[in-house]
């Protein structure tokens, strides 16, 4: 799919924008100030499927931080680009710690909370000349929630005056697009070229979300990141983000993105990439793992044998992945299904892969096995015997079936 913004942008080893793919990204939720934890983050995070990685830069202690996690990184082999989160003192962090300003690959500024007045534009400006020293790109984001109030306040002051009869949504909408507009306007008046300059305007509900991207990418050539501000928790943040971002991204509006998805406490942050990861699989713009079909159940599937051996099957694909990835040109192209009755069973274990279709209820307790089509053996057993089994097969088929690096 033609992507709609022509400029791209690189950001350490990776393309954004200009035609290159869409790009995963993801935010830590640990203290940077704690290189360990940060760091460990970090991997997992990469390991999962996140090409770019963010961290909060908001203390000095924090900007200290991040050349020890930039250098632990590497050292571990991992090279995907270091993004750091400023708001409200970027200006004073990146000037006061140059080395935290060189092991970044890519500043996100907030314009809405960069400063006010002739002192917002001062400080936006001195990030800018960071950046030009430094040859970083700089994302200008701009959230619905810290938008600047003195634009929204005349925008809406003119819209009574002249009884424009717009909406609050709509003029905040405006306001967003005109912010970031004008301040990627600023960035270029600083000395950034064009291709160090990415551009976002989130906001936190779909419909409001694809109304502003629509308009934004009508008036700019800029690589734009795409998300909700916040998508919320579990299944309404997953459904929020996709009804979105999935609008936008099948008309190729979007060149980076994030979930931003609440986690539970305890919970895991990798949730938020392999969602954006799937997102973008679904949407066939990309392809990250082997996809499992699963079936979803009914009255005929009375065991739950093959929810549990789907995800097994689907816990041991992304397991295996960073390894396979690494070994194996294509592997992320397999198709594996995990089927529970007769009525689909074949046919979609058949059109995989390598797929199995488990006995429903009152069927012969039997587990045939399909390898690209064909008919290849019949498993019995439960349901450890049957995932022993089965991961032995893909491990053979991708042995088999995919070229080594």
């Known amino acids: 799919m033609k992507r709609h913004h022509t400029v791209g942008v690189r950001v350490g080893k990776v393309q954004v924008g200009g035609g290159a793919p869409v790009v995963v990204q993801s935010m830590c939720n640990t203290e940077t100030a704690d290189v360990d934890s940060t760091f460990r983050q970090c991997v997992e995070l990469a390991r999962a499927g996140s090409e770019m990685l963010r961290v909060t830069v908001n203390l000095p202690e924090a900007a ?4 020890a996690i930039k250098r632990r990184l590497l050292d571990s082999g991992c ?11 970027g200006h004073l962090l990146l000037t006061r710690h140059p ?11 907030n314009p809405g909370n960069v400063g006010s ?9 001195t990030i800018c000349k960071v950046a030009v020293d430094e040859g970083k790109p700089v994302r200008i984001g701009v959230n619905g929630g810290s938008l600047n109030q003195d634009l929204v306040m005349r925008r809406m002051q003119e819209n009574s005056d002249r009884n424009l009869g717009l909406t609050s949504e709509e003029i905040v909408s405006e306001c967003m697009v005109l912010s970031a507009l004008e301040s990627a306007g600023l960035a270029l008046e600083s000395g950034l070229r064009e291709d160090q300059v990415i551009i976002s305007c989130k906001v936190s509900r ?20 795409l998300g909700l501000t916040e998508a919320g928790i579990g299944i309404k943040g997953l459904v929020w983000s996709a009804s979105a ?16 998805l609440t986690p539970r406490p305890g919970g895991d942050r990798r949730e938020e990439v ?67 009755c007769v009525v689909n069973g074949p046919g979609e274990s058949k059109a995989a892969n390598i797929g199995i279709s488990l006995p429903g209820t009152g069927e012969a307790p039997h587990c045939p096995v ?34 080594r690096r």
């Open 79 to 89: 090279d995907a680009p270091l993004i750091g989160d400023f708001h409200y003192n």
């Open 370 to 403: 399909f390898i690209d089509g064909r008919h290849v053996t019949t498993l019995k057993g439960t349901c450890e015997e049957l995932a022993d089994a089965f991961r032995r097969l893909v491990d053979d088929y991708v042995e088999t079936k995919y070229a």
């Open 117 to 125: 007045g002739r002192r917002r534009d001062e400080q936006f400006a």
């Open 206 to 225: 779909p419909a409001h979300l694809i109304a502003v991207y629509r308009d934004l990418a009508t008036k700019t050539d800029q690589p734009l990141h």
């Open 245 to 260: 971002m999935g609008v936008l991204l099948n008309e190729g509006i979007g060149d980076t993105i994030r979930v931003s």
């Open 99 to 109: 080395d935290c300003a060189r092991a970044l690959d890519k500043y996100r500024i």
């Open 64 to 67: 200290a931080a991040v050349p």
């Open 274 to 340: 392999y969602a954006a990861c799937e997102l973008l699989q679904a949407l066939g713009l990309r392809a990250f793992a082997p996809s499992v079909t699963a079936c979803p159940g009914c009255g005929r599937t009375t065991s739950t044998t093959f929810q549990a051996l789907a995800e097994r099957i689907q816990g041991y694909v992304r397991e295996q992945m960073p390894a396979w990835k690494e070994r194996y040109d294509g592997v992320e192209q397999m198709t594996l299904a995990v089927m529970g």
